[in-house]
């Protein structure tokens, strides 16, 4: 009997520690979007040393200049997607009260709103897999999965967060966890 398709929608794959070598080497990635045609995620832990303001040539609000650019993934570098959370969002579409988005014109609108709750997260590139390569390398064990919440998508030290996840994860994940960047330091 076929296994049923299950979406890993809303949940967060940490390189399991066998994509050394790899773009994916100790990134978290959110799956924004997962059915039976592929799957859309974008890299949480990635900074890049640029802002929007000097990546995007559109003109933005001021609030929207000065955030942080992340590479969302290796596909399309010149992607722009974003992910925003309130306090109540009913239009969310990847967790509650997260939302992702790709339009310049919906960025723009948010960085041009007024909210206290207001989370936003601006990448450039997104990772993406065709119908069956991610239950593939899932197979593999290439990735370690986990649900996602909006204090892990928001995380304010997103270079720490691998590790903070996988400690999240238990005692099975620790020995990873605290593995030096370059083996060859053991």
Not at 42 to 64: C, I, K, M, Q
Request: charged share 20%; with cysteine.
């Amino acid at each position: 009997m076929a296994k049923e398709f299950q979406s890993l929608q809303g949940h967060l794959l940490l390189d399991g520690g066998l994509l050394r070598g790899s773009f994916f080497h100790r990134t978290v990635v959110l799956i924004c979007q997962h059915d039976a045609e592929g799957a859309f995620g974008l890299v949480l832990n990635r900074s890049t040393d640029n802002t929007v303001g000097r990546a995007v040539e559109e003109e933005l609000p001021e609030s929207l200049k000065d955030q942080s650019l992340f590479l969302g993934g290796p596909v399309q570098p010149t992607a722009l997607s974003y992910l925003h959370s309130e306090e109540f969002l009913p239009d969310s579409n990847v967790i509650p009260n997260l939302h992702l988005g790709h339009s310049l014109e919906g960025l723009v609108e948010i960085g041009e709103s007024f909210s206290t709750t207001k989370k936003l997260r601006i990448f450039a590139g997104y990772a993406g897999w065709a119908a069956g390569q991610l239950e593939e390398e899932l197979k593999r064990k290439a990735w370690v999965t986990h649900p996602a919440t909006l204090d892990l998508v928001f995380e304010n030290e997103p270079a720490s967060l691998w590790q903070r996840v996988l400690q999240l994860k238990g005692w099975q994940y620790q020995l990873l966890a605290q593995a030096p960047e370059d083996l060859s330091w053991n």
